[in-house]
């Protein structure tokens, strides 16, 4: 039985975080009243002429410079096709010579993945289908707003890098904490801000040339692109075991059907022919302006994890929560404060969730010492966090407040013996090797104690009364 | 002259551009643009070993603007100029396949 791998490039559309148009003035927003931000040149009338915009080429060189790409003298074209979405009958794209070439994106788990090109281009507008339930083939008419006609675009061409859906979720992911961080786009998949097309292959694990691939368009969030690769890769697998041969096509994931349909085969592929746009000149951004941007980029996901990791020793997948947070610095901060680096990591991860409020870098440190020297159990840590996000304070005022007092070591002894002692029958079996009834002597001791025992340290006495001999 | 373009190729391009030629279109086309290619290669003949390629006739790069809103065009009166208009937007035939 053959085992297969998976293999995936990704390629998106990032619309470009800029106030204007790529080519003119219009207003570059989401959501506007159709056909309010339009002009001669974005409906492609005769005579009008395209001025590129400074914003935007700004955006797509952070962008490539955040991807460790190479900015290079670029070109653009004309992409040719008859299609009502481009009232010019083509769009304005990069072909041969994009900006940026050559890159690599690192994944929260450390993977890399190869960047090919991120290039610029004009999106185009937008289309409604009437009639035939809103499906394009059945539809009686289209209905077109060129407000997103002319909107800049970045679109990142990763290299066939990933190997699984998972990883392919994990890129677009982290590739949008990217576009966030540079500013460049606000990344929103359910605005169409961000749009994934996958192209998809599979092969025997062992063989190191690529297996015919489809690409699969219509991926409006990071569980259909999941669900896609999944799909597709089941389905070229199933055809190869048949010994049949998976056509190279375009093909359409149908969320509601869970499955992909062919568009087009590569013989049906558009002819483009793409040719330079006369119209714009060459743009070939100086040393001083490549510099000035990349000096001006803030600090980007990757190298915050690294430097979280190395401070705290903590785990990727924490590392990983914390930084997409931005609560990075917080606990690098706090740590540098004194803080306990292990509990700062875990409470932001699991209870800082919905942002710091009122939390200072002091308290946040203060608490996690108090919890390390053993002064609050991480249940009263948990709570006097919550009361620090909502009020402020001191956590030392705020757990006494609370009614946290350390519980002396013999107060504890004494309640665990009187548990034990109330329940003879639950003692047997955690002496028989019932491990399952230490969570019941805890239960106990945490209702005698009003829940300022600390668990750890009861299950700690527990052994020591057994192994006493019971 | 030589076999620079063929009745087919004319056709395909023709095909691409939405363009519907008669036989005899296609017959004169063909020769017409075989002629338009001599003279390209006319041009192929030249030594240009040692001339830096250009994508431009001007020599002129980063012509840019500032990234500042101006108002464009009334909707109402580009749309009293399409041919058919629905819901404030272009209505247009219906279109088979996506481009992109």
Sequence with gaps: ?????????????????????????????????????ICPVCLGLPGSLPVLNRGAVELAMRLGLALGCTVEPSLFHRKNYFYPDMPKDYQVSQYDQPINVDGVLELADGTRVGIERAHLEEDTGKSTHVGGGGRIHEADHSLVDYNRAGVPLVEVVSRPDLRSAEAARAYVNELRAVLVATGASDARMEEGSMRVDANISVRPVDFSTLGTRCEVKNLNSTRSLGRAIDYEARRQIALLEAGEQVTQQTRHWDEADGRTHPLRSKEEAYDYRYFPEPDLVPLVPGDA?????????????APRRRRLAEATGSATAAVAVVVERGLDDLVLAALAAGGDAQR??????????????????????ALTRMEADGALTATQAKAVLAELVANGGDPAAVAAALGYEAMAGDALAVAVDDAIAANPDAWARYLAGDTKVSGFFVGQVMRATKGQADGRVVTALLGQRADAGG | MAERITRDDVAHVAGLARLELTDEELERFTVQLAAVLDHAADVEALDTAGVAPTAHPLPLVNVLRDDVVRPGLDRDVVLAAAPSVEDDRFRVPPVLGEPS
């Design chain 1, 289 to 301: 302006w490549r510099t000035s941007v990349a000096e001006s980029l803030p600090p980007l996901p």
């Design chain 1, 1 to 37: 039985m053959t085992e297969w791998e998976t293999v995936v490039g990704l390629e998106v559309h990032c619309e470009l975080a800029t106030a204007t148009k790529l080519f003119c003035a219009c207003r570059n927003a989401f959501g506007d009243e159709p056909n309010t931000n």
């Design chain 1, 344 to 365: 700062l990591v875990v409470h932001a991860e699991h209870d800082l969730a919905g942002g710091v409020g009122a939390l200072t870098t002091d308290a946040f440190a």
